[in-house]
């Protein structure tokens, strides 16, 4: 299972890397379409048709806001018209449409159009207006105010246990908005929002892939567009805490972490960073500004240059609905350049009566003289991306049923991608689908307790349903009443080893303390965050898989077991990557020091990491862990790349660290790139790793690395764990000639080390 699974990586990377950089094209291939009056079908793959009627036959070739590509290989099928019925056949879908109907038949005996599939052996139908109690949901747009489980909150996903879902474009989203169309820009600029030509049309995506739910998600992203890597150190670990901090403070939180030997890769500066946008003082109590505080950050521009001689790339918080005010920093050149590019535009809907400069992203014109007047300055003295906290209306002023929280995503993601410097990336709350290619979330405001933190796994791993895999939480909580629990704190952290970032954060509250040496049990605090920095690797791999797959890091179970019922049930854990299963503690354990925690381990055997342990599948385990212990497993044969002790990931160490798990076979396609690079698709490397055990001894193989990047280093060193080993071995070779090794008993591992090695070397280690 293991071999075809990292087979398959193998050849999806080379695929998803010959083809890498092409454009999406949202015209399909004409032999995709039938047409039947006002009805037209695309059949995109053969569990995927797009459905459009418009009684004024006005069909949609433009990318919408969820689906930007089209023009796929056409699949088999078969179309037939027979006793006033239309018939197209796929491999997997049965469509029945009665010839010049209105496909939203109220009359679920007899549809007008209708879809069967089979989903394990039993047929299912689906009709335009079906509802589904099996959808396994999605996200929604903040955990604000989220007060433990509110998964009432989330939205309908992609997946479902009956074995369809549908994407209904017109189907108003949680805000009010819709999912409006992307007019293309002659000279080649950022795809800007159109409304759709027949406003009354329908326009939906059947997607009938029973339980496959992992080539429903790769599909999904072929037509809705890739999720997007992100830079390398996003994956570190983030400081972050809205408070009144001074440029002095932040230098003075820098030098306690580096001294404590914490690593750390982002500081994040919240909003007080700016000062009142509307009368211009320091003492700060606009959410929307933008110009510096310079009695609390005097030399911005050094601090920043400081920043990054200190190996941290930085944010700056922003709330931009109250538009820019006449005491801002560039408000003259600002009104200026809009003045001339609003010609039919009077001067008082430039701006309120105070002078104000309306707040008009969804204007091509606005958004152009925004960014080079009010952003430009900023991002030219070293802002390395924006966190966009939009909390304001919903639907934008000037542009009907345009959502605000995903307009600014595509603008401010697309406006760092322009401009092709770094790898673009902002940090935002989600829009609605199509959201995934925007990445990463910010998740909002939880209270800070228990209840909220048991939710955060489910509720990270379902958001991959909707390929968005990259939620930042407010690790140990945004609101807090009462005193701070260093408990709960370790268990949020450590839950954050396994999500796809960690940032602590809370609000601005005095007794709210996230500097975690400050707590009496720092020192687990910071074990946890250098496990997080030594899994770096294999994450960053992941989301390398993540890029070119669909499937995000994390994961619910029910991917690889979809007909295990408790793969659903049991919704505190999850697959974090292909070869972990995490579950970590969210329960407090009253002072006792030690927590239980019941968890399926599905079928084969699994290596316990905190405790050595090998266990068998097929079951379920109550286990326990004291507070230094995270619960997480390696699949069998799983092999996991690892770094060694490191302060921050603009550094690549020297040594790579490989554990493997027992299993007569495993194999890991190891990724690398240079870390912010925009051309990641192809100037990267594949490193691949295998193990294979048979009569008595283990072969583990490093294989020339595959591809090229600038900066890759030409060779490295190896340190080889053979975990779960109840004894020596009588004999090691690296490529044929015996070399020392070294067996730890009490950890119960082989340790092989190789010297630095040429990385476009074979290296062979046979252990007897």
Same mark, same amino acid.
């Given at each position: 299972?293991?071999?075809?699974?990292?087979?398959?990586?193998?050849?999806?990377?080379?695929?998803?890397?010959?083809?890498?950089?092409?454009?999406?094209?949202?015209?399909?291939?004409?032999?995709?379409?039938?047409?039947?009056?006002?009805?037209?079908?695309?059949?995109?793959?053969?569990?995927?048709?797009?459905?459009?009627?418009?009684?004024?036959?006005?069909?949609?070739?433009?990318?919408?806001?969820?689906?930007?590509?089209?023009?796929?290989?056409?699949?088999?099928?078969?179309?037939?018209?027979?006793?006033?019925?239309?018939?197209?056949?796929?491999?997997?879908?049965?469509?029945?449409?009665?010839?010049?109907?209105?496909?939203?038949?109220?009359?679920?005996?007899?549809?007008?159009?209708?879809?069967?599939?089979?989903?394990?052996?039993?047929?299912?139908?689906?009709?335009?207006?079906?509802?589904?109690?099996?959808?396994?949901?999605?996200?929604?747009?903040?955990?604000?105010?989220?007060?433990?489980?509110?998964?009432?909150?989330?939205?309908?996903?992609?997946?479902?246990?009956?074995?369809?879902?549908?994407?209904?474009?017109?189907?108003?989203?949680?805000?009010?908005?819709?999912?409006?169309?992307?007019?293309?820009?002659?000279?080649?600029?950022?795809?800007?929002?159109?409304?759709?030509?027949?406003?009354?049309?329908?326009?939906?995506?059947?997607?009938?892939?029973?339980?496959?739910?992992?080539?429903?998600?790769?599909?999904?992203?072929?037509?809705?567009?890739?999720?997007?890597?992100?830079?390398?150190?996003?994956?570190?670990?983030?400081?972050?805490?809205?408070?009144?901090?001074?440029?002095?403070?932040?230098?003075?939180?820098?030098? *306690?972490?580096?001294?404590? +030997?914490?690593?750390?890769?982002?500081? &994040?500066?919240?909003? !007080?960073?700016?000062?009142? #946008? @509307?009368?211009?003082?320091?003492?700060?109590?606009?959410?929307?500004?933008?110009?510096?505080?310079?009695?609390?950050?005097?030399?911005?521009?050094?601090?920043?240059?400081?920043?990054?001689?200190?190996?941290?790339?930085?944010?700056?918080?922003?709330?931009?609905?109250?538009?820019?005010?006449?005491?801002?920093?560039?408000?003259?050149?600002?009104?200026?350049?809009?003045?001339?590019?609003?010609?039919?535009?009077?001067?008082?809907?430039?701006?309120?009566?105070?002078?104000?400069?309306?707040?008009?992203?969804?204007?091509?014109?606005?958004?152009?003289?925004?960014?080079?007047?009010?952003?430009?300055?900023?991002?030219?003295?070293?802002?390395?991306?924006?966190?966009?906290?939009?909390?304001?209306?919903?639907?934008?002023?000037? *542009?009907?049923?345009?959502? +605000?929280?995903?307009?600014?995503?595509? &603008?401010?993601?697309? !406006?760092?991608?322009?401009? #092709? @410097?770094?790898?673009?990336?902002?940090?935002?709350?989600?829009?609605?689908?199509?959201?995934?290619?925007?990445?990463?979330?910010?998740?909002?405001?939880?209270?800070?307790?228990?209840?909220?933190?048991?939710?955060?796994?489910?509720?990270?791993?379902?958001?991959?349903?909707?390929?968005?895999?990259?939620?930042?939480?407010?690790?140990?909580?945004?609101?807090?009443?009462?005193?701070?629990?260093?408990?709960?704190?370790?268990?949020?952290?450590?839950?954050?080893?396994?999500?796809?970032?960690?940032?602590?954060?809370?609000?601005?509250?005095?007794?709210?303390?996230?500097?975690?040496?400050?707590?009496?049990?720092?020192?687990?605090?910071?074990?946890?965050?250098?496990?997080?920095?030594?899994?770096?690797?294999?994450?960053?791999?992941?989301?390398?898989?993540?890029?070119?797959?669909?499937?995000?890091?994390?994961?619910?179970?029910?991917?690889?077991?979809?007909?295990?019922?408790?793969?659903?049930?049991?919704?505190?854990?999850?697959?974090?990557?292909?070869?972990?299963?995490?579950?970590?503690?969210?329960?407090?354990?009253?002072?006792?020091?030690?927590?239980?925690?019941?968890?399926?381990?599905?079928?084969?055997?699994?290596?316990?990491?905190?405790?050595?342990?090998?266990?068998?599948?097929?079951?379920?385990?109550?286990?326990?862990?004291?507070?230094?212990?995270?619960?997480?497993?390696?699949?069998?044969?799983?092999?996991?790349?690892?770094?060694?002790?490191?302060?921050?990931?603009?550094?690549?160490?020297?040594?790579?660290?490989?554990?493997?798990?027992?299993?007569?076979?495993?194999?890991?396609?190891?990724?690398?790139?240079?870390?912010?690079?925009?051309?990641?698709?192809?100037?990267?490397?594949?490193?691949?790793?295998?193990?294979?055990?048979?009569?008595?001894?283990?072969?583990?193989?490093?294989?020339?690395?595959?591809?090229?990047?600038?900066?890759?280093?030409?060779?490295?060193?190896?340190?080889?764990?053979?975990?779960?080993?109840?004894?020596?071995?009588?004999?090691?070779?690296?490529?044929?000639?015996?070399?020392?090794?070294?067996?730890?008993?009490?950890?119960?591992?082989?340790?092989?080390?190789?010297?630095?090695?040429?990385?476009?070397?074979?290296?062979?280690?046979?252990?007897?």
């Amino acid at each position: 299972m293991n071999y075809k699974r990292n087979l398959l990586f193998i050849i999806v990377g080379l695929l998803y890397t010959c083809v890498a950089g092409a454009q999406y094209n949202p015209v399909a291939n004409e032999k995709a379409v039938v047409r039947s009056g006002n009805m037209r079908f695309t059949v995109l793959t053969p569990e995927m048709i797009r459905i459009e009627y418009s009684s004024k036959q006005l069909f949609e070739d433009r990318a919408s806001f969820v689906v930007v590509n089209r023009d796929l290989p056409v699949p088999h099928f078969t179309r037939q018209e027979r006793d006033g019925y239309l018939y197209i056949t796929t491999d997997k879908l049965r469509l029945r449409y009665r010839v010049g109907s209105n496909p939203l038949s109220n009359d679920p005996a007899n549809p007008n159009l209708q879809i069967a599939l089979d989903v394990n052996g039993v047929e299912e139908v689906w009709y335009p207006g079906k509802s589904d109690p099996y959808n396994l949901k999605g996200t929604t747009r903040t955990l604000d105010q989220a007060n433990g489980d509110v998964r009432d909150w989330l939205e309908n996903g992609l997946l479902s246990r009956s074995g369809w879902a549908v994407i209904d474009e017109r189907e108003p989203r949680k805000d009010g908005s819709l999912s409006l169309m992307f007019e293309k820009d002659p000279e080649g600029g950022m795809d800007w929002v159109a409304q759709r030509r027949d406003p009354d049309g329908l326009d939906l995506y059947f997607l009938g892939y029973g339980h496959d739910y992992k080539k429903a998600l790769g599909d999904f992203t072929r037509v809705a567009g890739k999720m997007p890597l992100p830079p390398l150190d996003v994956f570190g670990y983030w400081y972050s805490k809205y408070q009144r901090y001074t440029e002095q403070d932040m230098r003075d939180i820098v030098h *306690e972490i580096r001294s404590r +030997n914490i690593p750390m890769d982002i500081l &994040v500066i919240d909003m !007080d960073w700016h000062r009142n #946008g @509307k009368t211009g003082e320091t003492n700060n109590t606009k959410w929307t500004g933008w110009s510096w505080n310079r009695e609390l950050f005097p030399d911005p521009e050094g601090f920043i240059a400081w920043l990054h001689a200190q190996h941290l790339s930085t944010t700056l918080n922003l709330h931009p609905a109250d538009g820019v005010y006449p005491k801002e920093d560039h408000y003259d050149e600002l009104y200026a350049d809009l003045s001339k590019r609003y010609s039919d535009i009077t001067a008082d809907s430039l701006s309120n009566a105070d002078g104000t400069i309306c707040w008009n992203i969804e204007n091509r014109d606005f958004y152009e003289a925004f960014f080079q007047h009010i952003l430009r300055p900023h991002e030219e003295i070293g802002v390395d991306f924006w966190w966009l906290d939009w909390q304001q209306w919903k639907i934008a002023r000037n *542009e009907p049923n345009l959502g +605000n929280t995903f307009w600014l995503n595509h &603008v401010f993601f697309n !406006d760092k991608k322009q401009q #092709g @410097k770094s790898r673009p990336f902002i940090f935002h709350r989600w829009g609605g689908l199509g959201n995934h290619r925007y990445p990463i979330g910010f998740s909002g405001d939880t209270y800070a307790n228990f209840a909220s933190l048991a939710f955060q796994p489910y509720f990270t791993a379902t958001a991959s349903n909707v390929g968005y895999g990259y939620w930042s939480h407010d690790i140990g909580g945004h609101m807090q009443n009462g005193d701070n629990d260093a408990e709960l704190y370790l268990r949020w952290i450590q839950y954050g080893v396994f999500s796809p970032v960690l940032r602590t954060h809370a609000t601005s509250s005095s007794h709210i303390e996230r500097r975690i040496w400050k707590y009496e049990n720092f020192e687990q605090m910071r074990d946890a965050i250098y496990l997080r920095y030594a899994l770096v690797p294999y994450i960053y791999t992941m989301a390398r898989w993540a890029y070119d797959t669909g499937i995000s890091i994390c994961r619910p179970m029910y991917y690889d077991y979809p007909e295990a019922d408790e793969a659903y049930r049991y919704e505190g854990q999850y697959m974090f990557g292909n070869d972990i299963l995490a579950a970590p503690i969210t329960t407090s354990d009253k002072g006792t020091n030690v927590s239980e925690k019941t968890i399926w381990l599905p079928k084969g055997t699994w290596y316990e990491v905190m405790t050595g342990e090998l266990l068998d599948g097929n079951r379920v385990v109550t286990r326990s862990f004291t507070r230094e212990q995270i619960p997480y497993y390696y699949r069998e044969g799983a092999i996991v790349p690892l770094y060694p002790r490191i302060m921050h990931l603009k550094e690549r160490p020297e040594t790579l660290i490989l554990q493997f798990a027992p299993g007569k076979s495993g194999e890991f396609n190891f990724y690398e790139d240079a870390g912010n690079s925009v051309d990641y698709d192809t100037a990267c490397t594949f490193t691949r790793i295998t193990q294979r055990s048979e009569k008595g001894k283990t072969v583990c193989t490093i294989y020339p690395r595959t591809g090229a990047f600038d900066g890759m280093p030409q060779a490295r060193a190896y340190r080889l764990e053979l975990l779960a080993r109840e004894k020596a071995p009588s004999k090691v070779t690296l490529n044929g000639t015996a070399t020392d090794y070294e067996y730890d008993a009490a950890g119960k591992k082989v340790i092989v080390s190789i010297p630095r090695t040429a990385c476009d070397r074979k290296l062979v280690v046979t252990v007897q």
